[in-house]
Structures are given as C-alpha cells and as structure tokens.
C-alpha cells in the first residue's frame, strides 16, 4: 500500500477522480495537488481577516477563520497519521472547511442565512463547496479548484436531501445514508476540538470567562489540577495554554484510541466498507466526548451569548442585512463580476449572487462597504 496506508484509508489510485480530467502532477500526488490548489485559493487567504469568535478588528491577537483552520489542519494531521490514514487529504480538508464562511463568524451565516430564506437558504458548507467547484476563478481549462472527489466530500459536512438531490455524486451519500471516508471524519471532528478549546483561550483574553466559571467543567478542571500540582503559582497567561495543550492532548488521545478501537470491531477492508458501517468510526470514548460536549455548551452559554459579543453580533447583522437589501435592490451597485452575474436572472439567481459576494467579504470590507453606501 502506498505511503503505508492502512487499506481502508483514501487512496488517490483508487479515487472517483476530478470533474475535469487533468493530467498527473510530476512531483506531487493528487491530494497533495488538492492542499496546494486551497492554500493558493482567493478565498483561503481572505480567512485572515474572518471573524472566528471575535470580530477581526477587536485585537489582532484572536483567532481567525485562517489561523483556526491551520489548527484544525495540525490536529486532523496528528489523528491520520496515528492511524494510518491518508495525511495529505485530511489537511486538504481541514484546510478547506471554512472556504465558504461569512465575515462575522456564526452571526454573518445566520443573518445570510434569513436574507436567503425564500431564496434556498445560506450553508456555509454548501458554499465551501460551491468555491471550490464554481466561484474561485484560476484555471483556463475549468471552473472552481477541480479538487479530487474525497475532498470535496470531506468540505461537505452536512447536507439537506433537497439539496443533495442537485449535487450529483458528491450528494449521493446523503441520499444513500452512507458515511464519509474516514479522513472527512476526522477533519469533522477536530474542528469541534479546535473551536473548543482555542475559543476557551480567546474568551479568557477577552475577560468574558474567569477560570472559576472554567472549573465548573471536567475536562478542564482535571488540567487545571494536574497544571497547579506541577507548576504551582503559574501566572494565568502560561497557566491557560499549559491546560489548553493537555485538554487538548487528553481529547485527541482518546480519540485517536477509540477510533482504533471501532476499527478493530467494524474490521472494514476498504473505504467502501468505511461508508457502508452504518455509523462514524471516527469518534471519542463516550466519558470523553460527554466532558468535550459539556464545554461547548458552556462555551455557547457564557462564551457565545454573552452580552459584549452579542452586542458586537446585533451591529454586524445590520451591516449584512442592509447590504445585502441594497445589492439585491440593485445589482448594479456591486462589483462587474458580480453585476454580470446577475444580469437577466430571476430574483433567486440574483439573491445566490449577491450571498456569493457577501460570503466572501471579510470583515473589515463588509463594514467599510457598509460605511460607503449606507453610512
């Protein structure tokens, strides 16, 4: 086997292949080509100035779409290699995930997502996908990054059975109720590992949680403990990232142990014996996961609802909303590229244009769009 995989593991020899056939790289191999094709995408460099949990211009020490997607990466590249798994096309997902994300995080998706109701609705996932198939404009020969089949699926979390029904062979697992291959797993869920604990260390800094509301949790008290046993009197700065990295571990360790563990059991002899189990492979021991999922309904409480972020969220969905009113109003205010899109298109053609060009604002040039036009 290739690179030492394990057979159940993607194999670009035995892939579905790109939508546009291209001949082999000279030096690279086919996923590899994938992550390459995304780090050089429009859309990945505008991450840097996407919000993750704070907008981009509250402090230039939080983290970004970009910077959460590289930790992403380095975690998912951690669990396949543990498990003998295909490294290059985990990090091609994991890096890709958030290509289709809004500026202003979770609260630009929402808000884009009600403008966008009668008109099919916004899924940043859905529209990861739609850049690198469609909008990203690089190649002579196609459209979009032309990116292997697994790739794509992997960008594709989640997705409505209306909406897989017009997505041809990468919707077809919805419809079948199958699951991904084993590296869209993984990249699914060190994302939510990611958020968790990264988010706990931003929302620290920011002086919305206390290390007393932290205690509260398990997974993070445990650490604590272990971190004032070692290093006693450790000044907060060094103390949170010294329990982040451990919690960190802790999950990552588990997970990478359990989903050995359902390989042993489910025993699959290839990727379509992967897809065929009935459920994911890739998962955390129940204590842990239980303890993982505790903290992100702490962070969501006292994090994410917070009255300074949501003060911060109700002005950034007035920008969204009232740019997106005025572009669909007039689709002529928006740049060439977009306006000749929307020429001659019904008003639901119009509105997926004008959520494309909002998608793919950051922050900072939504808000200064928004000061140009609205005031």
Do not use: W
């Not at 990861?128 to 909008?135: A, C, N, T």
């Not at 017009?166 to 109720?177: I, S, T």
């Not at 004032?228 to 997970?255: A, F, K, N, S």
């Not at 842990?288 to 917070?306: M, S």
């Amino acid at each position: 086997m290739p690179g030492g995989l394990a057979p159940y593991a993607a194999d670009a020899s035995r892939s579905r292949g790109r939508r546009y056939d291209e001949p082999p790289a000279a030096y690279r191999g086919e996923y590899q080509r994938d992550r390459d094709r995304i780090i050089h995408s429009t859309a990945f460099r505008r991450l840097i100035y996407k919000t993750q949990v704070f907008v981009n211009h509250e402090g230039d020490l939080y983290r970004t779409r970009l910077t959460h997607s590289i930790e992403v990466s380095q975690i998912g590249r951690t669990v396949a290699l543990a498990l003998d798994l295909n490294e290059p096309l985990t990090e091609a997902i994991c890096l890709a995930h958030d290509l289709g994300h809004t500026p202003f995080g979770h609260a630009g998706q929402d808000t884009l997502n009600e403008c966008m109701r009668d008109y099919g609705g916004f899924e940043h996932n859905l529209q990861s996908l739609r850049v690198v198939d469609e909008l990203e404009a690089k190649y002579a020969d196609f459209p979009g990054l032309n990116l292997m089949f697994e790739t794509r699926e992997g960008i594709l979390k989640h997705c409505s059975r209306s909406n897989a029904e017009q997505l041809g062979d990468v919707g077809e697992r919805f419809l079948k109720r199958e699951q991904p291959g084993l590296e869209a797993q993984i990249a699914n869920i060190v994302d939510a590992i990611a958020y968790n604990n990264h988010d706990v260390d931003d929302g620290f800094r920011a002086g919305l949680i206390s290390l007393e509301q932290l205690n509260e949790q398990p997974l993070f008290k445990a650490q604590y403990e272990a971190v004032q046993e070692r290093h006693p009197g450790l000044e907060d700065r060094r103390l949170i990232y010294e329990i982040i990295r451990r919690m960190i571990d802790t999950v990552v360790t588990d997970l990478i142990s359990e989903t050995q563990r359902n390989l042993d059991e489910q025993k699959p002899r290839s990727i379509d014996d992967v897809r065929k189990a009935g459920r994911p492979l890739v998962t955390m021991s129940e204590d842990v996961g239980a303890e993982h999922l505790g903290l992100k309904r702490f962070l969501n409480q006292h994090l994410y609802r917070h009255e300074k972020k949501l003060e911060m969220t109700g002005r950034v969905q007035t920008v969204l909303r009232e740019l997106f009113d005025m572009f669909l109003r007039d689709t002529g205010t928006m740049p060439a590229e977009f306006a000749n899109k929307a020429k001659g298109l019904d008003t639901a053609g119009q509105a997926r244009v004008v959520a494309d060009y909002l998608a793919g604002m950051t922050d900072r040039y939504a808000i200064a769009e928004h000061e140009r036009l609205v005031g």
